[in-house]
């Protein structure tokens, strides 16, 4: 695939991007670990003072940074704000809270002293996806900049521009030229970063087959790797439910960034006591939305960020229709310029057929009639995926029942699944392993160290 900005609302080509040659890749490498050496020894207080100015820089340019992505990756311009402004958030966060989290840990034993330490490993690769192409990279950097490393960036081929705009962002905001590089390879090149023993993990967000292939790489060198891939999130609907809540949420919970989130709502799973009052109400919606320039400001719906995903998406609606799933609204390329799929409801899905348990990447989603929590498990987990799941219930013992029985690493009770700086994020199953953000995200790449002194 080639280094391209191709803007998805058109099909223009932007710009390309040549891939680095072996030589600039070592040069880069090179000066990762000089970098290094004196990033691990500066303090929490004046990490903590260039990423508060990166949080500045990103808010100050937030705007501009917003229309890099939608030109990229068809994300509609609003979102991309609101997308900036998350990142500096997380920035602030791990400027307020990494010393608290990486401190020094007194351990009471039998030793005069003894306590745990948590230092720097050195250069971290994270190879990142397009859909959120700042938040998912921040996200990364931000705590992995103010545990002490230094950061190696593989983004995702469609957005090159969003990639080096981070650089810059980091390298305006203090941190020294070497601590934070974008490299614009190709996916081919990877595999000598994670074999090269100057990079010391690796962290990807992205496809199963993409998460397998990185970690058995990792594996091989004894490096720490940590995924977070698909997601086939369940949206569980009770009878008590606050109806309405749970309506305008779902519509938003599956067309959030036209549907490209891996913790976006994909299977509807509804009590057989409100199914027939809600399916017709959330195929009008998603019949409603307007769908159009993501520029605009009363645009909902953009196109999805390539050709090549809406082919991808088109082929699983039609398989599943074939297998017998019907189709209430959508279910066809908008015949316009650009990657336009019609927001789509299927119903009645077939074991068999790709909407029952693969992640469906765009604006469609699956309806699954229950009749009890009981049963809304068993279809919720019949999946190979556990990233995050979203039950809406006003019952205690439902609210703990789901808690405690959806086999994912999330579970948000009445509210859409998000990602939160100050929760850990991440899933079970084939979604992943590790974690990010909170302590447990900036505690992944780090050396724990026992010390006792007798």
């Known amino acids: 695939m080639p280094i391209a900005s191709i803007n998805p609302a058109t099909g223009e080509m932007l710009r390309e991007f040549s891939a680095l040659a072996s030589a600039q890749i070592e040069e880069k490498l090179a000066k990762a670990v000089a970098a290094f050496e004196r990033h691990r020894r500066t303090s929490f207080t004046q990490r903590a003072e260039w990423m508060l100015a990166a949080a500045q820089l990103l808010e100050q340019e937030k705007e501009r940074l917003a229309r890099i992505i939608t030109l990229e990756m068809g994300k509609l311009l609003r979102a991309g704000i609101e997308e900036i402004t998350k990142c500096a958030k997380g920035c602030r966060f791990y400027a307020e809270n990494a010393e608290r989290f990486l401190g020094d840990q007194i351990v009471p034993t039998d030793a005069i002293r003894s306590y745990v330490r948590y230092e720097p490993i050195g250069a971290v690769l994270a190879i990142m ?154 195929v009008e919606r998603m019949r409603s939305l307007k769908i159009g320039d993501p520029f605009e400001a009363a645009t909902e719906i953009g196109p999805l960020a390539s050709e090549a995903i809406l082919r991808g998406v088109d082929e699983q609606v039609q398989a599943s229709i074939a297998a017998g799933a019907k189709l209430l609204t959508g279910g066809k390329r908008i015949e316009r310029a650009g990657f336009f799929y019609e927001p789509t409801v299927l119903t009645d899905i077939p074991v068999e057929s790709p909407a029952y348990r693969e992640e469906i990447f765009g604006p469609v989603a699956s309806f699954f009639r229950v009749s009890d929590a009981a049963e809304a498990i068993k279809i919720a987990n019949d999946s190979s995926f556990g990233l995050g799941a979203s039950a809406w219930t006003n019952d205690a013992s439902e609210q703990q029942f789901f808690a405690s029985e959806l086999e994912t690493g999330m579970v948000f009770i009445n509210s859409m699944v998000a990602s939160d700086p100050r929760l850990p994020f991440g899933g079970a199953k084939r979604s992943g392993f590790g974690r990010e953000l909170a302590a447990e995200g900036i505690r992944e790449f780090v050396n724990i160290k026992t010390v006792s002194i007798a």
């Open 129 to 282: 996806p397009w859909n959120f192409p700042f938040w998912q990279v921040f996200r990364f950097a931000a705590p992995a900049l103010m545990a002490g490393n230094v950061g190696l960036l593989k983004h995702a081929a469609n957005v090159p521009q969003c990639a080096l705009a981070i650089e810059d962002i980091f390298l305006r905001a203090g941190f020294e030229d070497g601590a934070f590089q974008t490299l614009l390879i190709e996916a081919e090149q990877t595999r000598g970063l994670i074999d090269d023993p100057r990079v010391k993990a690796v962290m990807l967000t992205g496809s199963e087959r993409a998460g397998s292939e990185v970690a058995s790489a990792a594996g091989r060198q004894i490096k720490k790797s940590v995924l977070e891939l698909g997601g086939s999130d369940a949206f569980i609907v009770m009878p008590s439910a606050d109806f309405e809540a749970a309506m305008a949420t779902g519509v938003t919970a599956r067309t959030i960034n036209t549907g490209q989130s891996c913790i976006a709502a994909k299977r509807f799973i509804l009590s057989d006591r409100i199914y027939d009052r809600f399916v017709p109400r959330f």
